[in-house]
Structure formats: C-alpha cells, structure tokens
C-alpha cells in the first residue's frame, strides 16, 4: 500500500485560530497608571484606601503605594493618616484652577462658533452646565443681528435654553431628576404656552431631544427668538458643553430648522473632537 504524498499545502503547518485583536500595552504604564489613578480620586465623593484603588483599577497593591508616595510628594494627593485614605492634594486644585484661567474651551469653541455664523448668518454661543443654570462662555454675534441676553458670563435656568435642554438630554435620568426635584426648581420668563413647569413635563421634552439629536426653543427666553442647540460630549458620551445658534423666528421658517440643526451638530461634534482628540463615528 502506497501513501500520497501530501501537497505543500497539506504540509504546511495549521494556523492558529483567529483571536480579536487586543489593545496595545502602554509604552509608559506608571504614566498611564498615575492619570488613572487621578481620575478615579476626581470621581469619588471623598478619599479612598489604596486597598480599593488598586481593586477597582486591577493594580498590584505595590504599584498603587509606590505610584501615591510619589504624588503624595508632589502634591497631586493627599494621605489621610487617620483615615488611611488618599484624596486630591493641592497640585490637583491648582491644575483645575490653571484650566479655568486658561479657559481651552472657549478658546477652542469660539473659532468653530465664528465659522458656523459665517455660514448661517445667525448668532451662536456656546454654554455649560452651572448646577439648574446654563453659564454662557462664548457669544460670536451676527452682523446686523439684534444683541442677545446670552451674553458672556450671564447664567440662565437650563429648562428654558436650548442649550440646557441639549445638555440635560445627554444627562442620566436620574440626574436630571435631582436637579429638578420638585415644581419649586422650575422659573418661567416669558408667557408662552404649554411652559415647562414640571418634571415629567421636561421629562417628555428630553425624551424628543434625544430622539432628534438636538434641542430647540420657542421664545422661552426672549419673545421673538427661537434657538437650536446640541451637545458636546465626552469620550464617554457625557455631556461639557453646548453649542447653540440664536434667531428671530420670524426670520427662519420652521422648515429650515432641522437644516439649522444639522450645522449646529457638526459644529458641537467638532468641538468634541478638538477637545478629546477622538473622530465621531
């Protein structure tokens, strides 16, 4: 009995089964390591154990002690002896300090927000969330445009904007209702019809928010102007900011808001990505 001889490919050795692709390890892991503990510290309420730093982060409980003592003497943490906790130190403070005095977001926001009223005509600005308020940080104004009350540094009750609506949509439920705990958080300024006035009725706006992918404004601020608005966010999707373009509504016909809207989008998608460095899908 004679066997066949095998061809090359036969002979060749079997390949080993696909696997998914993993990410790659980090070229400077105590870097890495440092900035995530950091993170968590600025997430958490008050201190924690090193014990539950290094659990949550799957570190070796070595690493951890070794990687606080040496932000402990640079003053990114604080240790509690009688706690035996770490929390944020005084360099951490000073960083978030150097970061509103630098003010990158509106640096990085107001050429976005005067190319996008180049194009549309319209004025924009560019908001953050400040507790129920919205606090405008950038205001780029259309030439021959009325001034708007959404100037830099005026705060507004977020439930009224459509920059508060863009950013609570983008909140947890749950948050949202805590801000909004009962009738008493709501304020009205103008007399428009059907206000919002109660939870369940901003609940219901935010749920068409988030169904369209923008927020909008009926003379809720100003008699007279209507506003469209989207969310900035996060790598995580969590909403920083809003960018929003402000107009007299009998200027811009109800047809031509979604058009509005998708300008208004891919400018606050911009934002997001200068921000955070990432590419939208």
């Known amino acids: 009995m004679t066997i066949p001889e095998r061809t090359?490919?036969?002979?060749?050795?079997?390949?080993?089964?696909?696997?998914?692709?993993?990410r790659?390890?980090?070229k400077v892991p105590a870097a890495e390591n440092t900035l995530r503990i950091l993170k968590l510290l600025s997430s958490k309420r008050g201190p924690l154990a090193a014990s539950t730093i290094a659990t949550t982060l799957e570190l070796p409980r070595s690493s951890v002690y070794h990687l606080l003592g040496v932000m402990e003497q640079s003053g990114f943490v604080m240790h509690l002896h009688e706690e035996q906790?770490?929390?944020l130190g005084v360099a951490a403070?000073?960083?978030?300090?150097?970061?509103?005095?630098?003010?990158?977001?509106?640096?990085?926001?107001?050429?976005?927000?005067?190319?996008?009223?180049?194009?549309?005509?319209e004025s924009a600005h560019l908001a953050v969330l400040h507790g129920r308020d919205?606090?405008?940080?950038?205001?780029?104004?259309?030439?021959?445009?009325?001034?708007?009350?959404?100037?830099?540094?005026?705060?507004?009750?977020?439930?009224?904007t459509a920059s508060g609506r863009a950013i609570l949509a983008a909140l947890p439920k749950s948050q949202v209702r805590a801000l909004y705990p009962n009738t008493a958080a709501?304020?009205?300024?103008?007399?428009?019809?059907?206000?919002?006035?109660?939870?369940?009725?901003l609940s219901s706006h935010l749920d068409q928010v988030r169904i369209r992918g923008y927020s909008t404004e009926h003379g809720e601020v100003t008699d007279g102007f209507g506003s469209v608005a989207a969310a900035?966010?996060?790598?995580?999707?969590?909403?920083?900011?809003?960018?929003?373009?402000?107009?007299?509504?009998?200027?811009?016909?109800?047809?031509?808001?979604?058009?509005?809207?998708?300008r208004v989008q891919k400018a606050a998608k911009e934002l997001s990505v200068r921000i955070y460095g990432r590419r939208e899908g």
């Open 232 to 262: 900035v966010t996060d790598h995580l999707g969590w909403p920083v900011a809003a960018v929003a373009v402000t107009f007299l509504e009998e200027k811009v016909p109800a047809e031509k808001w979604p058009d509005l809207a998708q």
């Open 24 to 26: 790659a390890p980090s």
């Open 134 to 160: 919205v606090l405008y940080i950038v205001e780029e104004r259309a030439k021959n445009r009325p001034s708007l009350v959404t100037d830099v540094g005026v705060r507004l009750p977020s439930h009224l």
């Open 85 to 87: 906790r770490y929390g």
């Open 93 to 121: 403070f000073e960083l978030s300090s150097a970061y509103s005095r630098q003010e990158p977001l509106s640096r990085l926001g107001r050429p976005l927000l005067a190319t996008l009223v180049d194009k549309i005509g």
């Open 186 to 201: 709501f304020s009205s300024r103008t007399d428009v019809p059907d206000p919002i006035g109660k939870y369940s009725t």
């Open 8 to 22: 090359p490919a036969e002979n060749a050795p079997a390949r080993p089964a696909a696997t998914l692709p993993t």
